[in-house]
């Protein structure tokens, strides 16, 4: 039995490869009543850039000619649930990129990259087959979110939490595919005694094939919204006065009233 990956339209340029195809491709063959073309046995797997809505579609659409063409859809039912827009601090549930979390032990959780096409990071995605490193970036972001609501702050904590990064490094290993990849967090240290104000050191790793593709190191603090909105205003204030002040000195140098 071979696999062949099911992209999003986004990635077409790398569908010249074999075994890959695209949302719009597979759904040209079903209107065509191609399917027959494809080789017998072939197990369908979702790549990137798929949402649930197209999953949902090809099972739909595929279901009663499957058996018939010798293809293998269960690929398409264990797809992971895609972590929400509280835990990865997004308005639309296509601008979350990550699966739900998952605990494998105190300090160390998984979640799976799960790119969709209408993302806010690919609406001008120009050239290239692979996944471009921002999104990589916003998946990390999204992975210490959801990882410390979930599972440190939890989801019956009345007050809100802002969430600011001290630290990021970065080190790209190699390019990610529109494939399956994971994204690995280690909480390297925290401290979480204080919930006003947790402290954690992580690495996250992106894995594909088996292999590290990059590395994040990230050190954030989650305050308390109420505690840090404050010096948010306080530092934006701060931040305009310096604009505004040097400007009027220049005018009243220069005698312009």
């Not at 649930?81 to 032990?105: D, E, F, G």
């Not at 799960?114 to 999104?135: F, K, N, P, Y």
């Not at 970065?170 to 967090?185: E, K, S, W």
């Amino acid at each position: 039995m071979q696999t062949m990956f099911i992209v999003g339209n986004k990635f077409k340029d790398f569908c010249q490869h074999d075994n890959v195809i695209t949302l719009a491709q597979l759904q040209q063959l079903v209107r065509d009543q191609q399917l027959a073309s494809l080789p017998k046995d072939t197990r369908l797997l979702a790549g990137q850039g798929l949402r649930e809505a197209d999953i949902q579609q090809i099972l739909r659409t595929l279901q009663p000619a499957a058996l018939a063409a010798g293809l293998d859809l269960s690929g398409l039912y264990q797809r992971p649930a895609r972590a929400s827009r509280l835990h990865t601090h997004k308005h639309q549930l296509q601008n979350a990129i990550i699966s739900h979390p998952l605990r494998l032990n105190d300090t160390l959780f998984e979640v799976a990259l799960m790119v969709d096409d209408r993302s806010e990071l690919m609406g001008d995605h120009a050239t290239g087959q692979h996944i471009q490193g921002m999104v990589l970036i916003e998946a990390a972001r999204q992975t210490f979110l959801a990882v410390t609501e979930e599972y440190f702050i939890g989801p019956d904590e009345p007050q809100r939490y802002y969430f600011v990064i001290n630290s990021m490094a970065i080190r790209f290993q190699g390019f990610v595919f529109p494939l399956d990849a994971t994204l690995r967090y280690q909480i390297v240290s925290m401290n979480v005694d204080n919930r006003d104000r947790m402290r954690f050191d992580t690495l996250i790793t992106v894995l594909q094939g088996g292999k590290s593709v990059t590395q994040l190191g990230v050190q954030f603090t989650a305050f308390l919204a109420e505690q840090i909105e404050a010096k948010e205003q306080q530092q934006a204030t701060l931040a305009l006065q310096a604009h505004w002040q040097p400007a009027t000195s220049t005018a009243k140098a220069e005698g312009v009233a």
